[in-house]
């Protein structure tokens, strides 16, 4: 096959393929309306007239309603238990301790000096009270971004947790949680309130 | 031989067809800061039912308009013609009592409620060529008479532009409902009206990320005392936990086809990017080190990851070629604490939050750490930003002092809105994929 032959018989191709993609999209077009103007009439709805030329029509899905209740959960759902739910509602309360909290700087897990002597209380106290679990809770201040702040308040306790089982304390009685800058002790918004609220909260269980 | 070129020829002709009826494009959707399209909105008729809803979606059409700055809708107290029932049985408008008013473009509506199911039909009209430029009937409860508004927004838009518009997309954000300190996820439309609430466990429910196809959110909750990561479906309200191990954990994002969720995971103190498979939880790390690693953000490829590490001693963002097993390159250079990364949808832009003299502030920079902007910034902490899904618009949570608001702002920073004020603590935008 010649160089030229070829490619008349493309352009022929090309053209014929055109010609049918355009009465393709013209038959597709119509047909759009004209299903859509039927199916745009639901039993609920009367009095709907045919859709004019060049109106689309279309029906809106319902969505269910997505939020969960305390007291009624949509079917499907991964029902808590009625002790979990409570644990999740306790976990936003502050929890009284014992002990004193410890305190960090701005964008820091290092145990500070100042720390010190309340981790051997905290030390001294578990090693006398055999039995006793203690969870060690994270927080940060609001400065910085949630999600960080998330995994800053993780360090926190992990460093308290790592510096109490460097006292001797056995690493089964410590658990740790971090809600982050979730749960402020002091609600303002100054470095007072700050300095305060970047901490490690000890919870006896 | 011939085969082959058919094969060729089909596929070019399957390519190359939808540019075959493309309209004429009124507005250059990329040079914002151009004359703005003057368009008429005038009250919708109402055949059946409340006539609030014949005052409420034209008022949901003019915001999604004006949040483009590409159009400007005429006050209605210059409108010479009163729309009637005969404009949607044949009667013509009088274009030239719309051209004097200097109307450019015409859209009418009519609503017609029985129970709770509501038909809107809206046309809209170039008035200088007396042409239907689109013309849409929708059927569907009547609570979702916004939805409505938004889809027309987008056929106004594309009829105009050529681009798809965005405005019956949804952002999720978590804030805390009362005097309390829990905090439950919301879903809100673009017009900020109503949040509907997802969470209601009166615990902790934080960082909600949408899955591709827009169905489902991933989040985490406490509400079991500890933190998992749920899975719910918005459609049908099922929901499964899907990551227990480790401690802390918060959802990133999804991949590009929705199998797997990346989650950071703190595990004896270290937290790191897991790769998390959506149909049976299977893990494999995505990025690790010694420091904090967080924020996962994915590239519209699918090949990259912006992510946050305290590596250097303070947080910065990074980006990392999930294939290659090393070079991670920082491309946070704003200066102090740097975080929370989103990766534009469309393109290679990254934005990202920054501290800088007290207060942190928006930026975006290229993948490879050029070019950095300030998108956004105030008199107190601009953070938390999420692309919309066209690219155009991002939205960020800003907070001062205790108060707290969602903000929606242009990609090129040069106009924005408030988008939600009504509770405390607001944050974690995420903004939906198209729908």
């Known amino acids: ?205 | 031989m011939r085969r082959l070129w058919f094969v060729i020829l089909f596929a070019a002709g399957v390519v190359l067809f939808p540019a075959a009826g493309s309209a004429i494009l009124y507005i250059d959707i990329n040079s914002p800061g151009g004359r703005r399209m003057p368009i008429a909105l005038p009250s919708f008729i109402t055949v059946a039912g409340d006539p609030a809803l014949a005052a409420d979606i034209p008022k949901v059409l003019a915001a999604d308009l004006g949040m483009t700055a590409l159009f400007e809708v005429i006050p209605s107290e210059a409108y010479l013609e009163k729309v009637l029932p005969a404009h949607f049985a044949g009667k013509p408008l009088s274009f030239p009592d719309w051209k004097l008013i200097g109307a450019e473009a015409v859209v009418i509506g009519r609503v017609e409620a029985r129970g709770d199911q509501v038909t809107v039909e809206m046309r809209l009209y170039d008035s200088t060529l007396g042409k239907l430029m689109a013309g849409r009937r929708y059927s569907g409860p009547a609570r979702h008479y916004r939805l409505i508004g938004h889809k027309f927004a987008n056929e106004v838009l594309y009829a105009f532009t050529g681009v798809r518009g965005i405005f019956d997309t949804e952002i999720a954000f978590s804030a805390r409902p009362g005097k309390g300190r829990s905090k439950e996820v919301y879903v809100v439309g673009l017009d900020g009206q109503d949040p509907r609430p997802v969470t209601n466990n009166r615990s902790f429910n934080l960082f909600p990320r949408w899955s591709p196809d827009g169905n489902t959110l991933a989040y985490t909750s406490f509400r079991t005392g500890v933190p998992v990561v749920y899975l719910r479906n918005l459609r049908d309200g099922k929901e499964r936990a899907l990551v227990k191990f480790g401690n802390t954990k918060s959802p990133g994002c999804f991949s590009q086809g929705g199998e797997s969720l990346y989650v950071s995971v703190s595990v004896n103190g270290n937290s790191d990017i897991y790769r998390v498979r959506v149909s049976d939880g299977a893990v494999e790390k995505a990025v690790e080190g010694w420091g904090i690693e967080v924020s996962p953000s994915l590239s519209p490829d699918g090949k990259k990851i912006a992510f946050v590490s305290n590596r250097s001693g303070s947080p910065q963002v990074y980006v990392r070629d999930l294939a290659a097993s090393s070079g991670e390159r920082r491309i946070s250079h704003a200066g102090g604490y740097s975080s929370s990364p989103s990766w534009s949808p469309v393109g290679d832009r990254i934005a990202f939050t920054s501290q800088s003299a007290g207060n942190f502030s928006l930026y975006t920079v290229n993948a490879d750490g050029s070019d950095q902007r300030l998108l956004a910034s105030g008199d107190g902490d601009c953070t938390d930003p999420s692309y919309s899904p066209d690219g155009r618009y991002v939205v960020y949570s800003f907070q001062k002092k205790g108060y707290s608001e969602l903000r929606i702002i242009s990609a090129d920073g040069r106009s924005g809105k408030r988008l939600y004020s009504g509770f405390s603590d607001a944050g974690s935008p995420a903004w939906s994929p198209r729908r």
């Not at chain 1, 038959?27 to 299903?35: E, L, P």
């Not at chain 1, 509602?89 to 002597?117: C, G, N, W, Y």
């Not at chain 1, 006398?128 to 609001?142: F, R, S």
């Not at chain 1, 995994?151 to 992990?158: F, H, I, N, V």
Request: charged share 25%; glycine share 6%; proline share 4%.
């Open chain 1, 1 to 205: 096959m010649g160089k030229w032959r070829a490619w008349k018989y493309c352009a022929v191709i090309l053209g014929v393929m055109m010609i049918f993609a355009f009465g393709c999209a013209k038959k597709q077009a119509v047909k759009s309306t004209d299903t859509a103007a039927t199916e745009s009439a639901p039993s609920s709805v009367s009095a709907v007239e045919k859709a004019p030329e060049g109106v689309v029509s279309e029906t809106l899905k319902p969505e269910a309603s997505a939020a969960e209740t305390m007291s009624s959960r949509p079917a499907g759902t991964q029902m808590a238990s009625a002790a979990e739910a409570a644990a999740g509602v306790s976990a936003t309360e502050e929890k009284s301790s014992l002990f004193q909290d410890i305190h960090f700087d701005f964008d820091k897990s290092l145990i500070r000096d100042d720390a010190k002597p309340i981790l051997a209380s905290v030390s001294d106290y578990l090693k006398k009270n055999q039995g006793v679990k203690l969870l060690v809770e994270g927080h940060c201040d609001e400065r910085g971004t949630s999600e960080y702040n998330m995994a800053l308040g993780d360090r926190r306790a992990e460093s308290a947790r790592k510096y109490l089982v460097s006292l001797g304390v056995p690493a089964a009685v410590l658990s740790t949680v971090s809600f982050g800058e979730e749960k402020p002790l002091d609600p303002g918004h100054n470095e007072e309130a700050w300095a305060k609220n970047r901490r490690a909260h000890f919870v006896a269980k």
